[in-house]
């Protein structure tokens, strides 16, 4: 599979922004897919991830509650709807995909093996 990453864009603190990632040549659903982010001159951190079945999530600290990933099959996709931004979640976030279980690829990003490009997330105060 192909991971397709769209949707970024500006946006004021307090606004929201949906993100998303869209799988060509296979269904997403076989895989694990996980929502990653950079800020320049930062590493890569996790954001959320979803389990294959969509039965199981994981959200960093920092996005907790405001945050929401969620599948959606009719278009081989996943969402990241990120509400209430604030400037320091402005990064380029990438969605990745892995056939292990979640719990084995939110220990490491070793373990996600698709990477889609990124797509630009600017948050102005």
């Known amino acids: 599979v192909q991971l397709q990453a769209s949707g970024g864009g500006s946006v004021q603190a307090g606004g929201s922004l949906r993100v998303s990632c869209t799988g060509v040549?296979?269904?997403?659903?076989?895989?694990?897919v996980a929502w990653l982010r950079q800020a320049p001159g930062e590493g890569r951190d996790f954001v959320a991830a979803?389990?294959?079945?969509?039965?199981?999530?994981y959200y960093a600290d920092s996005v907790k509650g405001r945050f929401s990933i969620s599948r959606d099959g009719a278009n081989n996709a996943v969402h990241l709807k990120m509400n209430s931004l604030k400037p320091e979640d402005t990064a380029t976030y990438y969605c990745?995909?892995?056939?292990?279980?979640?719990?084995?690829?939110?220990?490491?990003?070793?373990?996600?093996?698709?990477w889609g490009r990124g797509t630009q997330v600017t948050v102005s105060s």
């Open positions: 040549g296979r269904a997403l659903s076989s895989y694990a």
């Open positions: 979803i389990s294959w079945d969509g039965g199981s999530t």
């Open positions: 990745a995909a892995s056939d292990r279980s979640l719990s084995t690829v939110i220990r490491d990003q070793k373990h996600l093996e698709i």
